[in-house]
Nanobody
Framework: QVQLVESGGGLVQTGASLRLSCAAS????????MGWYRQAPGKEREVVAA????????YYADSVKGRFTIFRDNAKNTVYLQMNSLKPEDTAVYYC???????????????????????WGKGTLVTVSS
């Protein structure tokens, strides 16, 4: 069993930065793909970014490329999302997700039901005011 706890959300103004953290407990963190997803009010959940177990591969949604950076520290069982140049449309609840252990890196499926994400945190709210 894997438990994920997000932190770092808050209310910021347009153009500000935030860093989200996701602390994982349980087994095999270093063998799991990790991802950040978000869900805005009235919208479906979407993938924001993901990182492979070794950090060799990353994926970003087009809407956040160049502004957000995902990285992980396997020694600390933590994955981060650095968010810069925040926009009001980034307002959402951000969820951390972990894949099954040893899953194959499959960026094409990250935003689908075949994402391979098996564990989810409870989310942290990010609000960007204009």
């Amino acid at each position: 069993q894997v438990q994920l706890v997000e932190s770092g959300g808050g209310l910021v103004q347009t153009g500000a930065s935030l860093r989200l953290s996701c602390a994982a407990s349980g087994r095999a963190f270093s063998s799991r793909t990790m991802g950040w997803y978000r869900q805005a009010p009235g919208k479906e959940r979407e993938v924001v970014a993901a990182i492979s177990y070794s950090s060799a591969n990353t994926y970003y949604a087009d809407s956040v490329k160049g502004r957000f950076t995902i990285f992980r520290d396997n020694a600390k069982n933590t994955v981060y999302l650095q968010m810069n140049s925040l926009k009001p449309e980034d307002t959402a609840v951000y969820y951390c997700a972990a894949s099954t252990s040893g899953s194959t890196w499959s960026p094409l499926f990250l935003g689908t039901e075949k994402s391979g994400m098996a564990y989810w945190g409870k989310g942290t709210l990010v609000t960007v005011s204009s």
